[in-house]
């Protein structure tokens, strides 16, 4: 029944109430969708989560989903991504060090002290100096990304960065 239908006509549709209309944007895309995430996140269970996601998204926001050549698809694809960028994020934060994997007893006891000293750097940092390694460093946000999530430029943020950078070598120097 609509299967003729263009996704801009599915759209209209679906914000008229049609959830068999929504139901066929998904059978039209949601592969697709879950091989992006799947290929992003290498597990089957995050990327089922980021397609549900990704198309809760869709319908909670029908009216700003914007085609590109006539497709929603880019559009999901750009929600997928963000949306898998949170779940790879999160699970970074989950990860423990655990120590007892390093090799060697003096290499395991020079990277325990290396990553202590870090974190000690790190915390000696202003906040937003703080946010800004977070970010850019540990997460892998861009400058330009960061800057929009801190209301900064991006040449503030990568100067902020290249100052880190300067006060982390001259601690490694012993000239702080």
């Given at each position: 029944m609509y299967d003729t239908d263009t996704d801009g006509e599915l759209i209209r549709l679906a914000l008229r109430g049609d959830r068999g209309a929504f139901s066929a944007l998904f059978a039209r895309h949601g592969k697709a969708v879950y091989l992006y995430a799947w290929g992003m996140t290498r597990d089957d269970r995050d990327a089922e989560?980021?397609?549900q996601e990704t198309f809760v998204v869709a319908?909670?926001?029908?009216r700003g989903i914007r085609l590109v050549?006539?497709?929603?698809?880019?559009?999901?694809?750009?929600?997928?991504?963000?949306?898998t960028r949170n779940v790879l994020r999160a699970r970074r934060a989950h990860l423990v060090l655990d120590e007892s994997l390093l090799p060697g007893d003096h290499?395991?006891?020079e990277r325990i002290e290396e990553l202590?000293?870090?974190?000690d750097a790190i915390g000696r940092l202003g906040g937003m100096d703080q946010r800004i390694v977070h970010l850019c460093l540990v997460e892998g946000f861009s400058y330009a990304e960061a800057a929009d999530h801190l209301?900064?430029?991006t040449s503030a943020v990568a100067k902020r960065v290249e100052r880190v950078r300067v006060t982390l070598r001259r601690a490694v120097?012993?000239?702080?």
């Open positions: 989560d980021v397609v319908w909670r926001k029908l050549d006539a497709s929603a698809l880019p559009w999901l694809l750009v929600t997928c991504r963000n949306l290499t395991r006891q202590t000293w870090v974190r209301g900064l430029s120097r012993g000239e702080t």
